[in-house]
């Protein structure tokens, strides 16, 4: 098993440029999430999903947009990139029995 | 609504040293706890958990008991290594949809040879 997998795993962007980052998991797991980490601050929660076709905000949700279309992928947009959202974006799934798995993380800079 | 709190960093010790890190919940319902690790550029990694009151977790030397009176889940290692310099994450998931964590701040531990 891979686990989480997210693609890519850094990138640069201008101010106004767009991108998404990729999340796949293959433990058939029902529940998954966007975090984002900042320096000296824990993790953030952007948007989850708790199934397939499903999406929801959470704390910090403007400037994302986020699809599941397929149970095992999470995608995480960004349409007008900004320097406030430089930072590094974790994605994590869970099953019923709660405790989640995180993803090697995706390191975004924004000039 | 749901909150917890860890001692602030960074933790300096040297190697075979005991280490506590401090965590104390605020939640609803009887939520699960954890504790993850992350270590220098990587993702988050379970360290351990428990799911009810009285439980220990324990993995890798590291241990936590979930204290219902005095809601917390301190973690604890009897002798730490160099390989143990992280950032350690208490955190809890209550009775809401989607298995959402609540975290704690993290705190930094850095162990010397």
């Known amino acids: 098993n891979a686990g989480v997998t997210q693609t890519p795993k850094f990138r640069v962007l201008k101010t106004g440029q767009s991108m998404t980052l990729l999340c796949a998991q293959d433990m058939n797991h029902e529940y998954m999430y966007w975090y984002r980490q900042d320096p000296g601050m824990g993790l953030r929660l952007i948007h989850y999903?708790?199934?397939?076709?499903?999406?929801a905000k959470g704390e910090v949700p403007d400037g994302y947009n986020v699809s599941r279309l397929k149970k095992q992928n999470f995608l995480l947009g960004l349409e007008s990139a900004a320097p406030s959202q430089t930072s590094v974006y974790f994605c994590?799934?869970?099953?019923?029995?709660?405790?989640?798995?995180f993803g090697p993380g995706t390191r975004l800079t924004v000039t | 609504g749901d909150s917890v709190t860890q001692m602030e960093g960074p933790v300096t010790l040297s190697e075979e040293a005991f280490l506590t890190i401090n965590c104390t919940y605020t939640a609803t319902g009887y939520p699960s706890l954890f504790w993850y690790v992350q270590y220098p550029g990587e993702g988050l990694q379970l360290l351990l958990k428990?799911?009810?009151?009285?439980d220990k977790g324990s993995n890798k030397g590291f241990e936590a008991t979930y204290r219902k009176e005095t809601t917390s889940f301190h973690l604890e290692k009897g002798s730490v290594q160099v390989s143990d310099s992280a950032v350690y994450f208490c955190a809890l998931v209550s009775n809401n949809a989607g298995n959402m964590l609540t975290f704690g701040g993290g705190t930094r531990l850095m162990v010397k040879p």
């Open positions: 428990a799911t009810k009151a009285d």
């Open positions: 994590a799934s869970s099953s019923t029995r709660r405790e989640q798995y």
């Open positions: 999903s708790v199934g397939e076709g499903t999406t």
